[in-house]
C-alpha cells in the first residue's frame, strides 16, 4: 500500500503564495504521474496539475502561469507552488498518484487533503 500526507495548507490573503508538499510511503515499487486536485465548497474534485515521473507538466488553465507543480522522485515527493493566489482558489488541496507498491498493480491513491483559503 501507499500512503500520501499533504503538508502546507493555511490562509493567505490574495496574491500571496503558499507551498504545499506531498510525500509518498510504504512499500512502493514505483510512482509514474503525481498530482494536485482540489475541491471547493459545493462544486466537484478538480484536476489542478500533473507531472510525470521524466518531469513533464500540465496545468489547468485556470493556474496556468502562477502554479508550479515539481517532484523530486529521490523523496517520492511532489509540491506545488502557489504563487498569485486569489479568493477563487480557496478549496481543499488532494494530493493524488498513479503508483505500484509490492503484490500489486498500477493504483491510485489519494491524500487526505489540505485545507487552503485565500482571503480578499
Known amino acids: 500500500q501507499v500512503q500520501l500526507v499533504e503538508s502546507g495548507g493555511g490562509l493567505v490573503q490574495a496574491g500571496g503564495s503558499l507551498r504545499l508538499s506531498c510525500a509518498a510511503s510504504g512499500s512502493i515499487v514505483g510512482i509514474n504521474v503525481m498530482g494536485w486536485y482540489r475541491q471547493a465548497p459545493g462544486k466537484q474534485r478538480e484536476w489542478v496539475a500533473s507531472?510525470?515521473?521524466?518531469?513533464?507538466?500540465n496545468y489547468a488553465d485556470s493556474v496556468k502561469g502562477r502554479f508550479t507543480i515539481s517532484r523530486d522522485n529521490a523523496k517520492n515527493t511532489v509540491y506545488l507552488q502557489m504563487n498569485s493566489l486569489k479568493p477563487e482558489d480557496t478549496a481543499v488541496y488532494y494530493c493524488?498518484?498513479?503508483?505500484?507498491?509490492?503484490?500489486?498493480?498500477?493504483?491510485?491513491?489519494w491524500g487526505q487533503g489540505t485545507q487552503v483559503t485565500v482571503s480578499s
Open positions: 507531472i510525470t515521473s521524466v518531469g513533464i507538466t
Open positions: 493524488n498518484c498513479n503508483a505500484r507498491s509490492y503484490g500489486t498493480s498500477w493504483l491510485p491513491y
